[in-house]
């Protein structure tokens, strides 16, 4: 065995002397070291010695391999630097050119601001929890005590995208609201909750500057013992002063979504002339901000939690339109469109 591995190494290392190109050294590498090779073979064979041999040739056959190997290795990289060398003598090569420069990309301002809304939220104790983007009707608008054929089905235009489904989910849509969150987030953890849903919602919808069939939503959930609209008054006021960095004012007007009771439409103080009134809010010192409320007994109940025990609110705000009133942005559609020359002021 000894003397068979001897004169396979020298054998191949003559032959690779020989060798005069890369393609004939790669050649010789497959005939010894390849799958079938010269010397895989004596390897592969090695199982069948008894544990007194394999001491002995085990370290030889390792050695032999090991000295193929580096043996090989150096001749691929001779040749493969000689090639490399003819090819640059050919021409004038400039190391001191600098590289090309690759553009680098950015995170998109609804993203930014999406993140900085989280942080914000869950500075205050707030879950960031998610949902799926196609939802039932069930979810969408029963659970939300929206019932089949009431009108305030209409408020919101669907896509419906299955016809058929069981009893109680009903059709599959496009969900129009982050609000189906809610249910979900209360069957699966119960109470006490403190979470905010944000995600991509969809209206059937003509698309203007104003509307799109694709918007983004913050949704906001709070149950626990004793909760009240002062609760929600606070933590909006210090969300969005955390947020545009000055003092903001909130302001609570009757509002009516059929998950909430009562319903509010919820307005801070105008970032631009800080309740004054200006051109921005339309001399009324207020923004439109967003829909809110105690959440409605029957949401209570769908997401199976004890109303006479627990309370909270919940809101629903456009991230979409929160963005366009910060950069002053008068196009919906720019924030989707992909313009460059847009996404690169933000
Ligand atoms: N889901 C509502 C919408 O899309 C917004 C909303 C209003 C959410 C009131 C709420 C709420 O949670 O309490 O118009």
Redo the contacts with the bound molecule.
């Keep these: 065995m000894q003397e068979i591995l001897k004169k396979l190494e020298k054998e191949a290392l003559e032959s690779l002397e020989k060798a005069d190109t890369l393609e004939r050294t790669k050649e010789i590498e497959v005939q010894y070291m390849g799958r079938n090779g010269h010397l895989t073979m004596i390897l592969r064979g090695m199982k069948d010695l008894s544990d007194e041999e394999k001491r002995v040739i085990g370290p030889l056959c390792n050695s032999t391999k090991n000295t193929l190997e580096e043996a090989f290795a150096k001749k691929i990289k001779t040749f493969e630097e000689e090639a490399l060398a003819k090819e640059l003598s050919k021409e004038f090569f400039d190391t001191t050119i600098p590289g090309s420069a690759r553009p680098l990309g950015h995170i998109h301002a609804l993203s930014q601001l999406q993140e900085e809304v989280e942080k914000i939220f869950s500075q205050m104790g707030f879950t960031v929890a998610d949902g799926p983007e196609i939802e039932s009707e069930y979810y969408n608008f029963e659970g939300l005590n929206i019932p089949k054929d009431h009108p305030a089905r209409d408020m919101q235009d669907t896509f419906f995208i299955q016809e058929k489904n069981d009893e109680k989910h009903g059709r599959m849509v496009l969900r129009t609201?982050t609000?189906p969150v809610q249910i979900r987030m209360m069957e699966k953890y119960g109470a006490p909750l403190r979470l905010i849903v944000p995600g991509r919602v969809f209206r059937f919808e003509a698309t203007d500057a104003s509307h799109d069939s694709m918007f983004y939503?913050v949704?906001g959930l709070l149950i626990d013992k004793n909760i009240s609209l002062a609760h929600l008054k606070g933590v909006l006021a210090e969300f969005l002063t955390r947020l545009f960095g000055k003092p903001v004012k909130v302001r609570f007007r009757p509002g009516y979504?059929p998950?909430?009771e009562p319903?509010l439409e919820v307005d801070f103080s105008c970032l631009l002339c800080e309740g004054k009134g200006c051109r921005v809010c339309k001399h009324s010192g207020w923004m439109e901000f967003m829909?809110?409320?105690m959440v409605h007994e029957n949401v209570l109940k769908a997401g199976g939690i004890n109303s006479k025990e627990y309370q909270g609110w919940?809101?629903?705000f456009g991230l979409t339109r929160l963005v366009m009133m910060r950069y002053g942005i008068d196009d919906i559609r720019l924030l989707t469109n992909g313009d460059l020359r847009f996404n690169k002021q933000f």
């Design positions: 609201q609000s939503q949704e979504f998950f909430v319903g829909g809110a409320g919940a809101f629903g």
